[in-house]
C-alpha cells in the first residue's frame, strides 16, 4: 500500500477522535501531512470511524490540490486542510470537529478566555475566534475560504500556530492542528475540556480574570519549548 | 413472519434509540411505514428495548387505524404516528422521545434557534415549537391531537417537513422523522446534540445569533438536495 | 435464608442503583418491606454495591424497629426508612440517594416545579421540600427526624404518597418510595431525570409555566389508576 | 522490588483516579508516604495510567527530598507533594487533579460553599481557596510555593487539614489528601461530586445558604471523628 504509515496514523487519529467523544455521528475529521512526499491524507466523506481502515484514507499533492490515491470522496472539509497545510508549514496534523463544549463558544461567538492552568498547559493565550465569512466567501469555495480566513486571522495577529494550536470559525466550530495527527488529537482533546472548564467558570463568576502573564508563560513553558520539564525526556 | 422486513428496521431503530442515549426507562419509540403495503410499524407499549424483538413490533393499517399484526399492545402514541403518517407522504420513519435536551427546550416553550452549522447541516432553520394543545383536545383523543397540532403547524407555515424533520411539542418533547426509521433516528441523534449545543450557547451569550442565510443554504444544501456533495455517491 | 426473597429483591435493586448511575461512593440505599411478616429489609452501611449479597442485608422488625436479622450494621439511615414504613402503608419500597440533580434543587432549597409531561407521567404534581429540621430535631434522633418532616409534611398537605412518591428535604437530598423496591427505583431514575430537565428549563426561561391540570392530569393517569393505558395489561 | 507496598498503593490509586472519571490526558497524579522509612512515592510525570506499574513509581527522600528510587522523571508536581507531606505530618496521600468541576471552582476564584449534607459528609466547612501566588513565587520553585501557599493558607486559618482534607488554588485546581492515598482518593471523588452538585445549585439559587452549623457537625461527625456511626465498626 502506498503512503501506508501516512494512512494508518490518520486512520487510527480518526478513530481515536470518536473513542474520545468529540464527535457525534460522523462530525469530524483528521487529517496528516508527509511533506517529504508532498502528500495530505485525510478522512472520507461520511464514513463511520469504527470502520474506517487505513486503505480507505484518501491522499491528495499538496501541490495541485487533486487527489493522488484513494477510492473514496474525500472529506467535505479536505479545501480547508489542504489551504493550512499549505500556508502553515509547521503543522503536522489538523483536526475538524463540532465537538460540543469548543462548538459551543464558536456559537457564542465568544474567544475561549485563558482561565486557568489547564488552559495555558496548552494554550499560550486566548483561543481567537476569527471573523465570519462574507456572503461571497460562503457562495463559492467555502471550505477554501474557512481556511483563508484562519490564516488571515494568523497572519493579522503576527500569531505563532505552535503557541495557539486551534482556532473557532463563528458559527462553526474548531479547527485544531499539532506537529503530527496524534499531536492534533491531544490538542483538540485538551481543547475540549478547557471550553468545557471555561463554560461553568463564566457561569459561577462572569467576570472571571484571565492568567497573568508569568502564570501563563510558566505553565505553556512547563511542557513546551528548550526549558520543558514535564514528561520524559526524549 | 408477516411484514418482517418492516419489524427487523423498526426493531433495530428502537434498540439503537436506546443505545444513542436518547431514552431513560421505556420513555421513547419509533415506528416506520410500508407505504406499498399500507402499513405502520411500531414499538409495543412499555416494553424494554433491549429485550425487543421484530416479532414484538405491532402493524397498524394506514387506512383504518387497526392493528392488523402483533401480541402486544401497541405505544401509546400510535395515534400521533399514524395521523402524521396519513399526512406528510414523504415521511418514512418518526421518533418520539423525552431525550433531555430537546425536552428542555419544549419544557421552557422555546423553539431552538439555528446557532450552528452542525444545526444548518441537519435542519434548515429553527426547529419549531407548535402551539399547546387545548383542554378539550388533550381530554379526548389526546394522541391524535398531538399529531394535529403538528400537522396544524406545518401547514400554517407553509413548512417542508423534510427541510426541518422536528417539532417540539410544549411542555412535552420532541417528534422527528425522516424518509426511513434509520434516518428518522439520525436526525433525533442531530436534534438531541444540536439541543444540547445550543443551551450552553444561550448560557454563554444570551443574544447569540442564528446564521445568516447564506450560510443556513450552504450548510443544509451540501448534505441535503440535488447538489449535496457530502458523504459518498451512491 | 430467611427472608430471602425480600433480601433478593433489596440486594438486586441497591445494584441496580449504582448501575442507574444514581450514586458515587456508597451514597444511597433502597430498603424493602414485607408487611405480612411485620420486617423491612435495607442495606448495610458504608458497602459497596458491587459486592452487595443478598445475605448481607439487614433486617428489622417494623413493630419493635430491632434488627432481627443479618451480621452487618444497617444503613446509618435505617430510622429513617423505618418510620416511613410504619406511617405510610402503601408503601412498599423506599430509596434515599444523593443523586446529582434531585440534589441540587434541594440543595438550591426549591421545590422541583412540574414543567413537562415526562414530569406529570411519574409524579402528579411538583416534587415537595419539606422544612428544614430543627437544631434540637438534628442533635438527637436524627435520622428518625427525617422521617417525621416528611409525614408531617405529607400530613398538612394531605398528600397521597402514591400521586407524588418523592420528596427532598432541604440541603440533604431526596427521598424516593414505591410498592415495591423496583418500583422505588423507576421513580428514583425517573425523578433525577426530571430534575436535570428542569434544571436545564430553568436556565433556558426563568418564567416556565408549570403544566395546566388537565395536561398533568392526562399524563399521571394515563400511566396510572384505573383507566390507565399505558404498557401491556398485567 | 524495594517500598513494593507504598509503590503498588500510589500505583493502584493512579488508576483507579482514571477510571473514577477525574483526570483528561495525563493531569492528574497520587503520591503516597511511608513516614516510618521517611520516604513519598508518586506517579512519573507525563506516562498513561492505564500502562502504569508499580515498578515505575518514583520514591523521593522526606529528608533531602531527592529521589532515592525509580527509573522515570517524577511528575512535576512533585516538589508540592514534598513540601506538604513535611509540614503537615497526618497527612498519608496527596492528589493534584484538574477534575472538571473542582476546576471550575478555582477558574471562578470562588471557594467551593457548603450547600449539602453530601458536602459535610467529607469537608467540615466550605472547601476553601489560597491567595495567587506572587510573580516571584511563580517564576522560581513555582511546584514548592504552591505548597507553600497552602501551608501558609491553613496556618493563618487554623485549619486542621483532616476537618477539609482540600484546597482550591486560584485558576489553578484543587490539591487533596487524606490517611492514605485510597483515603485521598475518596476525597477528590467527592470533592468533584459536590463541587459540580453546588455548581447546579447555585444556577438555580444564588443565594443559596451554607448548612446551619448544627447539620454541618452532625453529618461531618457521622462519618468522621470518635462517635461516628457510619460504616461497619473496624
Sequence with gaps: MKFQQLKQEVCQANRSLAEAGLVVLTWGNVSGVDRQAGVMAIKPSGISYDQLQPKDIVVLSLETSKVIDGNFRASSDTPTHLLLYQ???SVGGI???HSTYATCWAQAQRQIPCLGTTHADHFHGPVPLTRQLKPEEIASDYEHNTAKVIIEYLSAEEANP???PAVLVPQHGPFVWGNS???ALENAIAL???ARM???AVLLNPQ???LPQALLDKHF????GSNAYYGQED
Design 162 to 164: 505552535e503557541q495557539v
Design 95 to 97: 483536526i475538524h470537529t
Design 208 to 210: 472571571a480574570q484571565q
Design 87 to 89: 500556508k502553515l508549514p
Design 181 to 183: 495527527p496524534v499531536a
Design 192 to 194: 475540549e475540556e478547557i
Design 221 to 224: 513553558n512547563r511542557k513546551h
Design 198 to 200: 471555561a463554560l461553568y
